[in-house]
């Protein structure tokens, strides 16, 4: 059965600042890979996907990686806004569409 | 807006009541799913519907019955639901079953 991990549960940094979230998994025959942010009582919101043949994704100030071989994850924030500050998750999917999710990353981001 | 509406946003209901959500998506998906979470505990897979036809039912309780009429539609019929129903309910699409989500913004569900 697939875990997910996410450390640290919460993180408080000033603006500007670049920060890493991680996430660990313990099977590493994954499908795909996912981040999302999600704002206090609203949906997901898809940030990046990374597929299992692939190792990192980018998106503007955002940038994924996948290491399958050591069960991690790490999305990567340059430059951070007040506007980040959301709970971030990693969900770990199979090609049956079942996703495991951890349970998120708070981060708040002071001006 | 994600391409991904859900319907009602809140929704209070008596334990007696009966109720149901409703998910649409127009992003031409063909999977679609619901997921429930629960304060301090991660997201929970509920129901996987693919080309209309289930595909997953995550040993939830017959108190929940789910309805895809068309690729684009997912309901979830509530009945006779207990207080620790209580959470945010929420519906995905991915272009194939496997294909990263894009999600809803969730239906507040409170059982009183």
């Known amino acids: 059965k697939q875990e997910v991990t996410q450390i640290p549960a919460a993180l408080s940094v000033p603006e500007g600042e670049n920060l890493v979230l991680n996430c660990s998994f313990t099977?590493?025959?994954?499908?795909?890979l996912q981040w999302f942010r999600q704002d206090p009582g609203k949906g997901l919101t898809s940030l990046l996907l990374i597929q299992s043949s692939q190792r990192e994704q980018t998106s503007g100030r955002l940038n994924a990686s996948l290491d399958k071989s050591s069960g991690r994850s790490t999305l990567y924030i340059a430059a951070s806004q007040p506007g980040d500050s959301a709970t971030y998750l990693c969900?770990?999917?199979?090609?049956?569409?079942?996703?495991?999710f951890g349970d998120g990353t708070t981060l708040t981001v002071k001006p | 807006e994600t391409g991904v509406t859900q319907t009602p946003r809140h929704l209070v209901m008596g334990m007696t009541n009966k109720k149901s959500l409703k998910c649409e998506q127009h992003l031409g998906h063909n999977a679609m799913y619901w997921y429930k979470q629960s304060a301090k505990k991660p997201l929970e897979l509920m129901f996987v519907y693919n080309f209309k036809e289930q595909t997953e039912n995550n040993s939830v309780p017959s108190r929940f019955s789910p309805e895809c009429p068309n690729s684009s539609h997912l309901f979830l019929h509530l009945h006779t639901l207990q207080p620790e129903d209580s959470a945010l309910y929420l519906c995905?699409?991915?272009?194939?079953?496997?294909?990263?989500?894009?999600f809803g913004s969730g239906t507040r569900l409170t059982v009183v």
């Open positions: 995905a699409s991915s272009q194939e079953q496997g294909d990263g989500y894009t």
């Open positions: 969900a770990i999917g199979t090609n049956a569409g079942k996703s495991t």
């Open positions: 099977d590493s025959a994954i499908y795909n």
